[in-house]
């Protein structure tokens, strides 16, 4: 239909904005879309990155515009986890000269020369819709495993529904300075009695069930620190990270001066395994002469006795329901990282409800970005202002558990 709509004022062909995702099936139907509008009357601007960049000399109709992406130097993606991946730490790296690119381009153009601007929904932030039924959740922080464990997610997800409709009560591992409007919510939607008993650690300790051997050594390095001086970094049992990622974390902690006890269990790297008594050989080399003084590597630690300790001033966690609630607990303010399942939920939560920690980057970890971070929680006054609140917090669940005993 283009016509009037292709033509602004004086006549002149107006312009169409594009901006395909950098990957073959998207960047061909952008292109014919491309076709399809300037055959309809359109001029076309076509933005794009430099990884995949399309051949503008095969296109002289359309006008092509370069935003930088970072991204030189990255291998391709081969498998769809690294697809997700890189979609992500593309958009992480573009978004800023993209936006740069594209006011230069409207300031050339006269007000009402642009029609529109079409970008893949990749590359307009949609993981970041907020959820107007769960705030603050975004779409991204919803539970997700891939396009491959979909379906299944959504039957566990289903069954856990259906239990708990048909059960005759609900216990829950949380506590009401923590989730007061979830609880209610739930106490209006199920008939049931809901009981909030948590946090469920207080009540008895998590090394009555660990399956690992929680290495005590590292208690006493920890009565030799100065009070919440100390970083305690843990992922939890399941959480891995790549080899790259793992030199990055390392180079970070050991570049933000910050004291640390570091748990790397077994199978934190994936594609390396290490025996338990020996998680320092997982790290790159060098570090540990590095750190020697000033950090503490454990396979497996006694994580609550560790949180629980004065030397503790910040936990680096998954954000695993069971350690969010024990930081909390404890009044142990968190960076978050959180990788799969309800973990991107809890770190929303720490970051955007209980004020109590913030998300590290996203996208792959870089050491610039770990030190910045370590120093913000440790070192800086809004790290300060976190602690205060996750000690508020630490108040509350102590009260909340006198009356519940
Ligand atoms: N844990 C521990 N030692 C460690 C790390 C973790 O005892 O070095 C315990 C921690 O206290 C928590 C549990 O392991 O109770 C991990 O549960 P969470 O829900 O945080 O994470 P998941 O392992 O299920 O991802």
């Not at 055959?39 to 930088?68: I, K, L, S, Y």
């Not at 936990?315 to 329901?321: E, L, Q, V």
């Not at 069971?322 to 009044?331: C, I, R, V, W």
Request: aromatic share 6%; charged share 25%; proline share 6%.
């Amino acid at each position: 239909e283009g016509g009037a709509a292709a033509a602004g004022h004086g006549g002149r062909r107006r312009h169409v904005l594009l901006f395909p995702l950098p990957y073959q099936g998207h960047i061909n139907p952008m292109l014919r879309l491309a076709g399809v509008l300037r055959a309809r009357g359109f001029a076309v601007t076509v933005f794009h990155t430099h990884f995949n960049a399309p051949d503008a000399a095969r296109h002289p109709e359309h006008r092509f515009v370069a935003v930088p992406d970072g991204m030189s130097g990255r291998p391709p993606p081969v498998s769809v986890g690294d697809v997700v991946k890189h979609i992500r730490a593309l958009n992480a790296a573009c978004e800023a000269a993209f936006r740069d690119r594209l006011a230069a381009v409207l300031a050339e153009y006269s007000r009402d020369a642009v029609a529109c601007l079409v970008a893949d929904a990749h590359l307009l932030r949609m993981l970041d819709m907020p959820v107007s039924e769960l705030p603050p959740y975004r779409v991204r922080d919803l539970m997700h495993i891939g396009r491959d464990g979909h379906e299944l997610m959504c039957e566990l997800l289903a069954r856990a529904v259906a239990a708990v409709k048909l059960s005759s009560g609900l216990i829950l591992n949380t506590f009401d300075a923590l989730e007061a409007h979830e609880l209610a919510k739930l106490r209006r939607d199920l008939a049931v009695p809901v009981f909030d008993i948590g946090p469920l650690h207080r009540f008895s300790p998590a090394a009555d069930g660990s399956l690992l051997h929680q290495d005590r050594s590292c208690l006493a390095w920890l009565d030799a620190q100065t009070a919440e001086s100390v970083l305690y970094v843990s992922f939890g049992s399941l959480a891995s990270m790549g080899a790259r990622e793992l030199v990055e974390t390392a180079w970070g902690i050991a570049g933000s001066g910050v004291p640390f006890l570091w748990v790397v269990r077994p199978g934190l790297v994936r594609g390396r395994r290490a025996a338990p008594g020996e998680p320092t050989r997982l790290l790159p080399e060098g570090f540990e002469a590095a750190t020697r003084r000033r950090g503490v590597v454990v396979a497996w630690a006694p994580q609550e006795e560790v949180l629980r300790h004065r030397a503790v001033g910040g936990f680096w966690t998954h954000n695993g329901w069971n350690s969010t609630t024990e930081s909390l607990a404890e009044g142990v303010p968190m960076l978050c990282r959180p990788s799969f399942g309800d973990q991107m939920g809890n770190a929303r939560y720490v970051e955007h409800v209980w004020k109590a920690g913030f998300e590290v980057v996203g996208g792959e970890l870089e050491r610039g970005a770990v030190e910045e971070a370590i120093r913000r929680l440790m070192a800086e006054s809004d790290g300060g202002e976190m602690r205060a609140r996750a000690r508020e917090l630490k108040k509350a669940a102590a009260e909340g558990k006198n009356d519940k005993t």
